[in-house]
């Protein structure tokens, strides 16, 4: 009779707790019985611990041994295995396809020197929830242990006095001698006492001399070299005196680094938050497919907390109810991320992108180590970046790092900016967009200030609640744009050595270009508040070389000057050339009437003379074509004069 099923039978499954009470045979698919010897006469407790002690037996027959032997073999001295319940099915055998070839996972947590082994175990009775109890990782390291004494290993155990025993001879050995105190003199010797049997006792004994008792030899021990202290204490963890062999068995967690291809589908109808801890490399997208099939997911928040390399994008459109998204532990994104509905973002260890676009009713972004964006940079604090969805919340931006970007866009709710170490922007010329754009309203108003801002590609746009502008770096702008229209009041002084257009609208309290020196394009401002055109047209002009004249690029107009008070130097050039050209037309006029009414009597006249010499009644048809018909004079000129 075989008392062992899952030593003989390990496919079967263990007899379920109401079957043990009942004492009813187990049956599985194939009608296998497992016979019990008098089960109705054991109690409780000793099934249970006749259960434990097979399925311990059954692993270490199974799974440990032929590791054990195999690293032996391979002359490998310390192994660290690995158990993996059979109900945790992340961790179990990946299936494979005609398409993709899993790889092994790595271990996570362990010296790269030490040699583990990841050892799955299958079968319902290998579930989690039996090798987690005390009792069981108890009795398996006492399994083991007798498993290997039993095959002839010595066990290192050490003792609490900081001595080691061995676990085959610690039964016949006698009392433990105390260790001798060091002796400066060589003559002084220690009592004689009874000696440990031990390992090292034996190896002394073996090349000891004839006759010689080494109870009486005293080494004096100077701590040189290698025997100096710290190298030599074999008790120390991690130290085991040749020939013996260290247990252990703990349960805790273990990570795993798993490369496979991920896909979450059927989630449609998910509703909540969705987090995946101890993932720490994605070599693919983190992507939402939306279909038109499908209603969308109402997920709130989306949190990676172990999350370090991204090999491609990431791309959460469409879905409007996310509200948290986080991965602090990301550094590395190869690709983009767009996300078009978020109210806070955690990326606070990002380092690189392609390009990052931000949009959604944002309150709080981390990007704290954000250093370097390859194409563009958008934050945009407006679901998916509507003018027409006005932002609710303001956003504060603070990129400590951040030095270049090929394009960038901050548009929103914007109550503060803080960029120190922003440097250059390389241009996006792939972008309907390049450059820089910044926009803000609602309030409060915002200080716009770009303190180490040097090298710019591209268009620099600035409109909506600005109170001050500072850009102490930027001077030369002659292949770029500048445009600037403030809802607030501001003074605008800005560093330009060369610029294109330099266009300022809206509530400009004053202008100052004290380095400008070559304007390539037009200089135009205009402003809602008073505002010295004159002074200003004349600075620019002089200062650039560029004559003030009737369609010239430089030109200045303020709303509230033109109704309080005369007008401008531009405005008079204006008028006064259409006046010119007006009172030109009324001359040609009047000239072309007389010349008209001349020609006209000079007509009549002669042929009053022609009809008194009876000239043929021809003649007066020349003379029509050769002059204008008096009724005819009046309609033109006055279409003329018109």
Request: charged share 20%.
């Amino acid at each position: 009779m075989d008392s062992n099923p899952f030593e003989n039978r390990p496919e079967d499954p263990a007899p379920s707790y109401e079957e043990s009470l009942s004492s009813a045979a187990y049956k599985d698919n194939t009608s296998k019985h497992i016979p019990c010897s008098t089960p109705s006469l054991l109690p409780l407790p000793t099934q249970l611990a006749d259960t434990r002690t097979q399925r311990i037996d059954s692993v270490l027959t199974r799974y440990v041994d032929p590791l054990l032997l195999s690293q032996g073999a391979s002359g490998l001295y310390k192994t660290t295995f690995v158990l993996v319940p059979s109900s945790v099915s992340s961790l179990q055998d990946a299936v494979s396809n005609a398409y993709t070839t899993p790889e092994e996972p790595q271990i996570v947590g362990f010296p790269s020197t030490e040699v583990v082994k990841l050892i799955r175990l299958h079968g319902e009775e290998n579930a989690m929830e039996f090798w987690r109890q005390p009792a069981v990782v108890a009795e398996l390291d006492s399994a083991l242990k007798a498993k290997l004494v039993a095959s002839g290993h010595r066990l290192h155990q050490p003792s609490d006095d900081g001595t080691s025993s061995d676990a085959m001879d610690v039964l016949n050995s006698p009392a433990p001698a105390p260790a001798p105190a060091p002796a400066p003199e060589p003559s002084v010797r220690t009592p004689a006492t009874t000696t440990k049997k031990s390992f090292w006792g034996r190896t002394k004994d073996m090349y000891s001399s004839k006759g010689q008792d080494l109870r009486d030899v005293v080494i004096v021990d100077r701590k040189l070299g290698w025997r100096a202290p710290g190298n030599q204490n074999a008790n120390e963890p991690g130290k085991i005196p040749t020939g013996l062999v260290n247990v252990a068995i703990v349960w805790k967690e273990v990570c795993l680094r798993i490369a496979n291809e991920m896909g979450l589908y059927e989630i449609h109808n998910y509703t909540g938050s969705f987090s995946l801890p101890n993932i720490r490399n994605i070599s693919g997208n983190i992507e939402w497919e939306y279909d038109l099939d499908y209603e969308k997911p109402k997920l709130s928040s989306l949190n990676l907390p172990d999350l370090e390399y991204i090999g491609s994008s990431i791309q959460l459109n469409g879905l409007p109810t996310l509200s948290i998204l986080s991965m602090p532990k990301l550094k590395r994104l190869e690709g983009d991320m767009d996300i078009d509905y978020v109210q806070e973002a955690d990326f606070r260890s990002l380092e690189t992108a392609d390009s990052v676009n931000f949009k959604g009713n944002i309150s709080k972004l981390r990007l704290d180590s954000l250093r370097e964006v390859h194409e563009k940079l958008q934050i945009c604090n407006m679901d998916v970046c509507d003018p027409d969805i006005p932002p609710i919340s303001p956003l504060d931006i603070s990129l400590p790092l951040l030095q270049s970007v090929g394009s960038v866009k901050f548009k929103g709710r914007i109550s503060s900016l803080e960029v120190p170490r922003f440097t250059t922007i390389t241009g996006n010329r792939d972008d309907y967009y390049y450059g820089l754009e910044f926009s803000t309203g609602g309030g409060p108003a915002t200080n716009v200030t770009f303190p180490r801002l040097s090298s710019l590609k591209g268009p620099l746009h600035l409109s909506g609640d600005i109170s001050s502008l500072s850009m102490p770096n930027l001077r030369n702008m002659s292949l770029s744009s500048f445009l600037l229209s403030t809802s607030s009041p501001l003074a605008v002084n800005l560093p330009f050595d060369d610029a294109g257009d330099l266009l300022l609208r809206g509530d400009i309290s004053s202008v100052q270009f004290p380095n400008l020196k070559h304007l390539n394009g037009y200089f135009e401002v205009m402003s809602d508040l008073p505002l010295d055109c004159d002074s200003i047209v004349d600075t620019i002009s002089v200062a650039t070389n560029v004559t003030v004249s009737v369609g010239s690029k430089i030109g200045c107009a303020s709303a509230a000057e033109s109704k309080h008070a005369g007008l401008s130097t531009g405005e008079k050039v204006a008028i006064g050339v259409m006046v010119s050209i007006f009172g030109l037309a009324i001359a040609f006029g009047v000239l072309l009437f007389v010349r008209k009414k001349r020609k006209s009597h000079q007509a009549s006249s002669e042929s009053n003379d022609r009809l008194q010499d009876l000239v043929p009644l021809t003649q007066p048809e020349e003379v029509r074509e050769d002059s204008d018909p008096p009724v005819d004079c009046a309609p033109r000129l006055s279409k003329e004069s018109r």
